[in-house]
C-alpha cells in the first residue's frame, strides 16, 4: 500500500523530520572518543520521550531481525552498515559511526541517517565513503517530485555511487513512510528511470543510499539484526525523508 498525505498532514510531517534531525544532531555533537553505543542509544530515548513522540524500533519486529529490535537507535561501526544494534562498545579515535533513527510525532513518522568518523583521525577511505552516499541522496532527492517515476530516483542514486566506484546492494534501500516506518514503494539504489511507480503529491519517501567499500555481499551478526560487510570493509549510510509537493520536493529531515 502507497500511502497519501493530505496538505493538512504536511506540517505533522514537518514536526517529526525537525525532531529526527535535531535528534540526530544533538547525537552527532555527543559522540565523542570513549562515548558508549548504550548511552547513545538512552540519550535518543530520553529526547523521543520528552517529544511526546514514539519509536519506530523498540518493538519492531519483521521477518529479516531477531526481534523485537529493543533499542531506539540504530548504531553501526566500521563494517556495520544497517540495523546496527547498539551494544557495550566505546568508540575508538577514527571510527566510522552511522546513525539511523526514525520516530511517530503526532501520527505521522520520519526516517534519517548520518555517518561522520569519530575523533581526529579521519581516515580518507571513511570520508571518501560518506561523501558518496551524501552526494547520491542529494541526487536521489534532485531528481524527485510530482510526476516522476521511483526508478529516476533509483537511477539518480546508483549513478552517483557507480561511478564513485563503489557496487551496490539491493537487498535494502529506500521506502514509502506515512504513518508507518516501512511502506510501499520500495525505492532501491539503483534503477531504471522511467521505471515503476510515478509519485504523487502527499507522498512521503525516506531514501538512503548507503555502500560498502569493497564488497555488495551482507553478512547478518550473531546478535540477529546487525548487517556487516562480508569483507570487513568500512560502510556508510545517509538518509532523509522527503515529502512529494505540488511545487517538487521538500526535505523533512535536513538539520
Given at each position: 500500500m502507497?500511502?497519501?498525505l493530505?496538505?493538512?498532514?504536511?506540517?505533522?510531517?514537518?514536526?517529526?523530520g525537525?525532531?529526527?534531525?535535531?535528534?540526530l544532531?544533538?547525537?552527532k555533537s555527543?559522540s565523542?572518543?570513549?562515548t558508549?553505543?548504550?548511552?547513545?542509544?538512552a540519550w535518543?530515548q530520553?529526547?523521543?520521550?520528552e517529544a511526546?513522540?514514539?519509536?519506530c524500533?523498540?518493538d519492531?519486529?519483521?521477518?529479516?531481525g531477531r526481534?523485537?529490535?529493543?533499542h531506539?537507535?540504530?548504531?553501526?561501526?566500521n563494517?556495520a552498515?544497517?540495523?546496527?544494534?547498539?551494544?557495550?562498545y566505546?568508540l575508538?579515535?577514527?571510527d566510522l559511526?552511522?546513525?539511523?533513527?526514525?520516530?511517530s510525532?503526532?501520527?505521522?513518522?520520519?526516517?534519517?541517517?548520518i555517518?561522520?568518523?569519530?575523533?581526529?583521525?579521519q581516515?580518507?577511505?571513511s570520508?571518501?565513503l560518506?561523501?558518496a552516499?551524501?552526494r547520491?541522496l542529494?541526487a536521489?532527492?534532485a531528481?524527485?517530485?510530482?510526476?516522476?517515476?521511483?526508478?529516476?530516483?533509483?537511477?539518480?542514486?546508483?549513478?552517483?555511487?557507480?561511478?564513485?566506484?563503489?557496487?551496490?546492494?539491493?537487498?535494502?534501500?529506500g521506502?514509502?513512510?506515512?504513518?508507518?516506518?516501512h511502506?510501499?514503494?520500495?525505492?532501491?539504489n539503483?534503477?531504471r528511470?522511467?521505471?515503476?511507480?510515478?509519485l504523487r503529491?502527499?507522498?512521503?519517501?525516506?531514501l538512503?543510499p548507503?555502500?560498502?567499500a569493497?564488497t555488495?555481499t551482507l553478512?547478518?551478526?550473531?546478535d540477529?539484526?546487525?548487517?556487516?560487510?562480508?569483507?570487513?570493509?568500512?560502510?556508510?549510510h545517509?538518509?532523509?525523508?522527503?515529502a512529494?509537493?505540488?511545487?517538487g520536493?521538500?526535505?523533512?529531515t535536513?538539520?
Open positions: 502507497i500511502e497519501i493530505s496538505p493538512t498532514d504536511l506540517p505533522r510531517a514537518r514536526d517529526t525537525a525532531l529526527v534531525a535535531g535528534i544532531q544533538t547525537l555527543r565523542a572518543v570513549g558508549n553505543l548504550l548511552d547513545i542509544d535518543a530520553s529526547m523521543i520521550m511526546g513522540a514514539q519509536s524500533y523498540v519492531y519486529e519483521p521477518s529479516f526481534g523485537p529490535f529493543g531506539y537507535i540504530c548504531t553501526s561501526i563494517d552498515v544497517l540495523h546496527g544494534l547498539p551494544y557495550d566505546r575508538a579515535d577514527g559511526l552511522s546513525l539511523d533513527l526514525a520516530v510525532l503526532g501520527g505521522v513518522v520520519a526516517d534519517s541517517a555517518s561522520f568518523v569519530v575523533g581526529e583521525t581516515p580518507p577511505e570520508i571518501a560518506i561523501d552516499t551524501q547520491a542529494s536521489g532527492i531528481a524527485a517530485g510530482p510526476g516522476v517515476h521511483i526508478g529516476d530516483i533509483s537511477h539518480a542514486i546508483g549513478s552517483v555511487l557507480g561511478a564513485a566506484g563503489y557496487s551496490i546492494n539491493t537487498e535494502f534501500g521506502h514509502g513512510v506515512g504513518s508507518t516506518m511502506q510501499d514503494p520500495h525505492v532501491s539503483t534503477g528511470p522511467g521505471r515503476g511507480y510515478r503529491p502527499g507522498v512521503l519517501l525516506a538512503e548507503w555502500v560498502m569493497d555488495a553478512v547478518t551478526d550473531p540477529g539484526w546487525t548487517l556487516r560487510s562480508v569483507t570487513g570493509c568500512r560502510t556508510a545517509s538518509e532523509h525523508t522527503i512529494i509537493t505540488d511545487d520536493v521538500e526535505v523533512l535536513q538539520p
